[in-house]
């Protein structure tokens, strides 16, 4: 079964202080992992993913993301926080075996806050 | 090009009645996905149609949920005798193939509200 975890529920930094948002994954097959934003009543936007390729992903906004199969995680982070980085950020697994439907398992997402 | 759309964009409705959400998926794309957004459960999986397959329904709470999906693009999801416990943002997805790994593009979400 899959399962994903965020770590933090809220996190809070300064602006232009480096951003970290922890994620630990649960996969029975090799897994495609997924970063997901949402800005206050907006959709949800792809930052990045990874599926089986390079385990540092880079994504959009100067956010990246490595992939550790040993300890089953998927961190993201950004050296320099934004004021507009200020969002909710969803963790998200997929199983990637053939046939798999692709529905996503959705953390309970981390807020970010960002301070002046 | 055009991204995925929903509507409405709010709903308000009383308890017991019936409501339609519909999802406009971007052109091309085989597969469409149901997700919902609640404060309680988070973002749960609800339902999935690929093409012509049956769709893979094992996300939807109860049987006053339903879904179809006409001509391979538009889907409306429908449910029944609306519960205060169904008030939640109705997220529509679609991608290329529906396979594991790609990309979902949501759409702006409906959000309901049952009195």
């Known amino acids: 079964a899959q399962s994903v975890t965020q770590l933090d529920s809220h996190v809070s930094v300064s602006e232009g202080t480096p951003v970290l948002l922890r994620c630990n994954y649960s996969?029975?097959?090799?897994?495609?992992l997924f970063w997901y934003v949402q800005h206050p009543n907006k959709g949800l936007q792809l930052l990045l993913k990874?599926?089986?390729?390079?385990?540092l992903v880079k994504g959009i906004n100067g956010f990246e993301a490595e992939f550790k199969k040993s300890e089953t995680s998927f961190h993201l982070t950004k050296p320099s926080a934004h004021m507009s980085d200020a969002a909710e950020y969803f963790c998200?697994?997929?199983?990637?075996?053939?046939?798999?439907?692709?529905?996503?398992?959705f953390g309970q997402g981390t807020t970010l806050q960002v301070k002046p | 090009g055009a991204g995925v759309s929903q509507s409405p964009s709010n709903k308000v409705t009383e308890k017991g009645k019936d409501v339609e959400l519909r999802c406009d998926p971007i052109?091309?794309?085989?597969?469409l996905y149901w997700y919902r957004q609640s404060l309680g459960q988070g973002l749960e999986f609800l339902i999935y149609?690929?093409?012509?397959?049956?769709?893979?329904k094992s996300g939807l709470p109860s049987d006053r949920f339903s879904a179809e999906r006409t001509g391979g693009s538009v889907s409306t999801l429908t449910i029944q005798r609306t519960q205060q416990e169904d008030s939640a943002v109705y997220l529509c997805?679609?991608?290329?193939?529906?396979?594991?790994?790609?990309?979902?593009?949501f759409g702006p979400g409906t959000r309901l509200l049952v009195l």
């Open positions: 990874y599926t089986s390729a390079a385990t």
């Open positions: 149609f690929q093409g012509n397959s049956a769709p893979d």
């Open positions: 052109s091309g794309h085989t597969a």
């Open positions: 998200v697994v997929s199983d990637s075996f053939s046939g798999n439907t692709g529905k996503l398992i």
């Open positions: 996969s029975s097959y090799s897994p495609s």
């Open positions: 997805a679609s991608s290329l193939g529906g396979q594991g790994g790609e990309t979902q593009y």
